[in-house]
T-cell receptor
Framework: EDKVVQSPLSLVVHEGDTVTLNCSYEVTNFRSLLWYKQEKKAPTFLFMLTSSGIEKKSGRLSSILDKKELFSILNITATQTGDSAVYLCAEAGGTSYGKLTFGQGTILTVHP | DSGVTQTPKHLITATGQRVTLRCSPRSGDLSVYWYQQSLDQGLQFLIHYYNGEERAKGNILERFSAQQFPDLHSELNLSSLELGDSALYFC???????????????FGPGTRLTVL
């Protein structure tokens, strides 16, 4: 059964800090690894990673995938209070096209 | 705003009842996915429809069913409701059929179901 594990489960930092969120996965027939940010309601898409070693960036957020070691990291630099959210990692793999298997999420709290 | 719409936003009902949740995908998207999010289980995949056809099933209970209509909107029907069915139900949509393999799933705002 596909499995996604995120760490840490929660993180409290101050504005300006840099954070690294971790995601490890076990999956058959890996296709992609996705990161979502969930604030009050709907998860919003951040990144999709399919190739190992290629960093994806969007402003202060970046993410990279290691397909050999089966993990991904999400970095947030110069954190702001607006970054407070649950960050979800999901993998698309297995035999069911379209199914995303999500990790438990990392709750990030950024204090002023 | 992802472009995916869900109605209603909130639903409060009693055990044993039946409810229908509705989802309209983004314009141009042919796939619709349903997920359940509860505090203890996290986000769990329920079912995937592509252009009206069921493509994949997750841990969806037999009391739950879904369909996608010719106009591509989808409905999730939950019957014989139990207290444990209380959760956030999300719909997501994507352009193609692989939804994550090559195209991204965009989530709607969700329907919060409370079963009393």
């Amino acid at each position: 059964e596909d499995k996604v594990v995120q760490s840490p489960l929660s993180l409290v930092v101050h504005e300006g800090d840099t954070v690294t969120l971790n995601c490890s996965y076990e999956v058959t027939n890996f296709r992609s690894l996705l990161w979502y940010k969930q604030e009050k309601k709907a998860p919003t898409f951040l990144f999709m990673l399919t190739s190992s070693g290629i960093e994806k960036k969007s402003g202060r957020l970046s993410s990279i995938l290691d397909k050999k070691e089966l993990f991904s990291i999400l970095n947030i630099t110069a954190t702001q209070t607006g970054d407070s959210a649950v960050y979800l990692c999901a993998e698309a793999g297995g035999t069911s096209y379209g199914k995303l298997t999500f990790g438990q999420g990392t709750i990030l709290t950024v204090h002023p | 705003d992802s472009g995916v719409t869900q109605t209603p936003k909130h639903l409060i009902t009693a055990t044993g009842q039946r409810v229908t949740l509705r989802c309209s995908p983004r314009s141009g998207d042919l796939s619709v996915y349903w997920y359940q999010q509860s505090l203890d289980q996290g986000l769990q995949f329920l079912i995937h429809y592509y252009n009206g056809e069921e493509r994949a099933k997750g841990n969806i209970l037999e009391r739950f069913s879904a369909q996608q209509f010719p106009d591509l909107h989808s409905e999730l029907n939950l019957s014989s409701l139990e207290l444990g069915d209380s959760a956030l139900y999300f719909c997501a949509s994507s352009v193609g059929v692989t939804g994550g393999g090559t195209d991204t799933q965009y989530f709607g705002p969700g329907t919060r179901l409370t079963v009393l």
